[in-house]
């Protein structure tokens, strides 16, 4: 069943005729994503990709109906963006794009949670329910239909995990990228809650890093839940060095708070199997189920 | 002889980003060791969730402020302090703004005896005359930045470079796994991707480096691109230790064949491997 996006999503593109943009919608399109239409000011009425292109999203919503938007539009623009997406009734907002600060981010999260819109993001890779839908910049080639849910706040290190689920015979129901920032629309207890509904998942990857207490809340959430699915985590991070950022934004041990050893000791007291290196998180998995 | 009142009070606000919401701190004990005091006596640390969209709710804080038993004009005092650090945070976009210890002087003086505030990187580029570097990264770094390049300086006599920086996390686990010690984090990837020859130069400068590793798993960054820019580095002749990668993803085929034409032998299409390899070489050596 896959969570939040399938085929029948229906995704709008704003920043889709940029650079970026394009060069990932096209790849969102060729693996059967239903685009349905790009929103860049001041190109309404052109095609691009064979999709047609508005100057706002009030414009577009005037002709098409809309389930999600993948934003990939510059850092100054994310904020204006994203409100407008949230104002014209969109549900689902997925912002790929970086360096947008905190501030900034924690005001259009803010706005968009009083208005039930769910954000990922920013500085996400973006959703992808394998052969169905992709927003952001997921590489598919390493993520099947299966029957795990993932849930990261990394890039490229979930396509890593991904490719070694899929050597063990382990595909993916949804991956969801929720951003390398400290500030970022939904956490791991969000997804995880809709994993939990979901009759495809059977049990859920959770890929974290140090900074933060997003693995801290989710286990606190699965010791009290009536519906837990088996889940497995690989927390990155372990041997950085305290007080320095690395690489995300969010990824930065402050004092006590977002060490590797405090997830890892809350996970596995909320009975989740913590993978010490990343290529035995397939094994924990095949424990689990 | 001046005499300084006992109480001391700090006050901070931080973006909490689970809630989206600035959190704001007050406690009747200040000083450095308010994380600890918030770890053992919780109530003794007033908290409260302000809605970043919204301004502060004076009444609310008023009201706490005057828990603290001081005189009214003192708590009027302490109030506009709190309501102007709030402003501050907002304007400049404040990853922190700290006062601590906020001390009241015997004299009925209110006085920030230490505050500080730390600006997010985004929007710090803004107040280039507040940007202060000395104290929190190494030369190395700075010139890392400098190059828009994110470097974080480690102890161990392992080069690392890679693309993500979960990726690169995971590297220095895999590496420390094997027995190693990796001398930094270097990621190359998103707006970056292109700097690899840069990326290497930079590793290398650091001294006791003996041996370098690179682990790539392409993605949006691509694996042919990033291996031209490892191939230009090796063919200027700026290494001179050896180098063992890791390359798999978009565009790894590509990738391998430019670094072997680039006279590289130790490449892997295995990061655990690869990551055994380097750490078997370096004790070779």
């Given at each position: 069943m896959s969570i939040l996006v399938n085929k029948s999503s229906k995704i709008l593109i704003s920043g889709m005729t940029g650079k970026e943009g394009t060069f990932h919608s096209r790849k969102m399109i060729e693996m059967g994503t239903n685009v349905v239409c790009g929103v860049t000011p001041g190109k309404a009425g052109a095609k691009h990709l064979g999709v047609?292109?508005?100057?706002?999203?009030?414009?577009?919503?005037?002709?098409?109906?809309?389930?999600?938007?993948?934003?990939?539009?510059p850092a100054d623009h994310v904020y204006r963006a994203v409100i407008d997406a949230v104002e014209s009734g969109i549900k689902l907002v997925v912002v790929i794009t970086e360096g947008i600060c905190p501030h900034v981010a924690v005001r259009f999260i803010s706005y968009a949670r009083d208005k039930g819109v769910t954000v990922l993001g920013p500085n996400t890779p973006g959703i992808l329910t394998p052969q169905e839908c992709k927003i952001g910049v997921l590489a598919t080639e390493y993520i099947k239909k299966g029957k795990v849910g993932v849930i990261s706040r990394s890039g490229t290190l979930t396509v890593e995990i991904c490719y070694y689920m899929l050597q063990e015979g382990f595909g993916q129901s949804t991956v969801i990228g929720l951003g390398g920032d400290p500030a970022v629309g939904s956490t791991f207890r969000d997804v995880y809650k809709l994993f939990e509904k979901d009759a495809q998942?059977?049990?859920?990857?959770?890929?974290?890093?140090?900074?933060?207490?997003?693995?801290?809340?989710l286990a606190e959430y699965i010791k009290k839940s009536e519906n837990k699915k088996p889940a497995v985590a690989f927390i990155a991070g372990r041997n950085a060095p305290r007080g320095k950022r690395l690489g995300h934004a969010g990824a930065i041990i402050q004092g006590s708070i977002g060490t590797t050893e405090s997830k890892i000791a809350a996970l596995e007291d909320a009975g989740v199997r913590v993978a010490r290196v990343p290529w035995n998180v397939p094994e924990l998995i095949r424990e689990m189920i | 002889?001046?005499?300084?009142?006992?109480?001391?009070?700090?006050?901070?606000?931080?973006?909490?980003?689970?809630?989206?919401?600035?959190?704001?701190?007050?406690?009747?004990g200040g000083g450095v060791q308010i994380e600890s005091t918030?770890?053992?006596?919780?109530?003794?640390?007033?908290?409260?969730?302000?809605?970043?969209?919204?301004?502060?709710?004076?009444?609310?804080?008023?009201?706490?402020?005057?828990?603290?038993?001081?005189?009214?004009?003192?708590?009027?005092?302490?109030?506009?302090?709190?309501v102007s650090l709030y402003s501050v945070f907002t304007e400049y976009e404040c990853e922190?703004?700290?006062?601590?210890?906020?001390?009241?002087?015997?004299?009925g003086d209110v006085v920030a005896a230490d505050a500080r505030i730390s600006i997010y990187d985004e929007a710090a580029i803004k107040y280039p005359e507040y940007m202060k570097e000395e104290d929190i990264y190494t030369d190395l770094e700075r010139t890392a930045r400098r190059d828009g390049l994110g470097y974080v300086e480690m102890d161990g006599d392992i080069g690392v470079i890679g693309n993500g920086a979960g990726l690169n996390m995971a590297t220095l686990d895999i590496l420390t796994y094997f027995g190693g010690r990796p001398a930094n984090f270097l990621e190359v990837s998103g707006r970056t991707y292109h700097k690899a020859q840069r990326a290497v130069e930079l590793v290398l400068m650091k001294p006791g480096v003996k041996i370098l590793f690179g682990n790539f798993f392409g993605c949006i960054s691509r694996c042919d691109v990033i291996a031209q820019g490892l191939?230009?580095?090796?063919k200027n002749g700026k290494i001179n230790v050896p180098?063992?990668?890791?390359?798999?993803?978009?565009?790894?085929?590509?990738?391998?064949?430019?670094?072997?034409?680039?006279?590289?032998?130790?490449?892997?299409?295995?990061?655990?491997?690869?990551?055994?390899?380097?750490?078997?070489?370096?004790?070779?050596l």
């Open positions: 047609p292109i508005y100057d706002s999203v009030d414009q577009a919503l005037e002709c098409h109906r809309i389930d999600a938007c993948g934003i990939f539009v998942t059977q049990a859920v990857v959770i890929v974290g890093e140090i900074g933060g207490t997003m693995e801290e809340e | 002889i001046v005499f300084y009142n006992t109480f001391r009070r700090g006050k901070r606000g931080t973006l909490d980003p689970i809630n989206a919401k600035a959190v704001l701190i007050m406690s009747e918030a770890l053992a006596s919780p109530e003794s640390i007033i908290k409260y969730y302000i809605d970043i969209n919204d301004n502060i709710n004076e009444e609310h804080i008023r009201g706490s402020i005057d828990s603290f038993n001081c005189s009214r004009n003192i708590s009027e005092t302490i109030l506009n302090i709190v922190t703004a700290e006062i601590n210890p906020l001390v009241i002087t015997s004299d191939a230009c580095a090796f180098v063992v990668i890791s390359m798999r993803g978009t565009g790894a085929a590509e990738g391998i064949n430019t670094l072997r034409t680039a006279g590289l032998k130790e490449i892997f299409e295995d990061d655990i491997e690869a990551g055994r390899r380097v750490v078997h070489l370096l004790g070779e």
